[in-house]
């Protein structure tokens, strides 16, 4: 059984090399530029900032550290479709040769899917909020926010965003290996609403509209997965027979 699992493992780990590598020239690349996109991430917080206030170094190592994180999310970003092109490679194997083929539609669309919900999340909701959380009690004190824990929130809600406007994408890989059909998706629908809600209320500030301004297109986003999944991977007709006999019998018994 290990001498079956070892061309995998073997496979995995060449994967994971080829992503690693790239990651690490795009860090030291991102690196020596970290200042022009430590601009770019601190527009949104200025623009809400009272009169006066600035961004601070709370601590000596802040500054350095913050460029470190600054730097690893934007190789992340530039690393992104090298990683998803070799976690298809890495998968294709178990797939069928005209799946095989959807190597660059994946790619292409889960990246596409990331980046516009971080662009989304920087232009839409990052202001909302940090508007909200700036404004509550700046009467009373003097609002300095500290750029590292700063950049620690916005890059966690930026990939967050990134990662839930992944589910189409995911829904269509889940499709065709046949894991998800249409069906599957809507009788989870209401158990979907429920974790949509509770993600909003962990990755978003602690507002009603930001929160709303994450649930509200990851349901429309489940909705297309469900148009996606009636494409790729119809629930049989038997089933929904065999489904639509059992409400039925459940109505009768009542």
Request: glycine share 4%.
């Amino acid at each position: 059984m290990f001498d079956d699992l070892k061309p995998h493992i073997a496979d995995l780990r060449k994967r994971l090399v080829i992503s690693s590598a790239v990651l690490f020239v795009a860090f030291f690349a991102c690196f020596a530029v970290y200042e022009p996109i430590l601009n770019w991430m601190m527009v949104p917080v200025e623009a809400v900032l009272p009169e006066g206030s600035k961004m601070v170094a709370i601590e000596v190592q802040e500054t350095f550290f913050t460029a470190l994180k600054v730097s690893f999310f934007s190789a992340f970003l530039v690393s992104l479709p090298v990683i998803l092109w070799q976690m298809w490679l890495f998968l294709a194997p178990g797939l069928y040769d005209n799946e095989k083929k959807l190597v660059i539609p994946f790619v292409l669309g889960a990246t596409i899917m990331f980046l516009i919900g971080a662009s989304f999340a920087y232009y839409i909701v990052v202001p909302f909020g940090f508007e909200f959380l700036i404004n509550f009690g700046s009467t009373v004190v003097s609002v300095m926010p500290s750029i590292g824990k700063y950049v620690s929130f916005f890059t966690k809600l930026l990939f967050g965003f990134g990662l839930a406007f992944e589910l189409p994408v995911f829904t269509f890989f889940l499709a065709i290996i046949g894991l998800v059909t249409d069906r599957t998706l809507k009788d989870f629908f209401k158990y979907a609403v429920v974790l949509i809600f509770i993600a909003s209320a962990l990755l978003t500030p602690p507002d009603i509209i930001t929160q709303f301004l994450m649930a509200g297109p990851l349901i429309l986003l489940y909705g297309v997965s469900i148009y996606i999944a009636k494409v790729f991977n119809p629930a049989d007709s038997e089933e929904e027979e065999e489904e639509f006999d059992d409400e039925e019998v459940e109505e009768d018994t009542k």
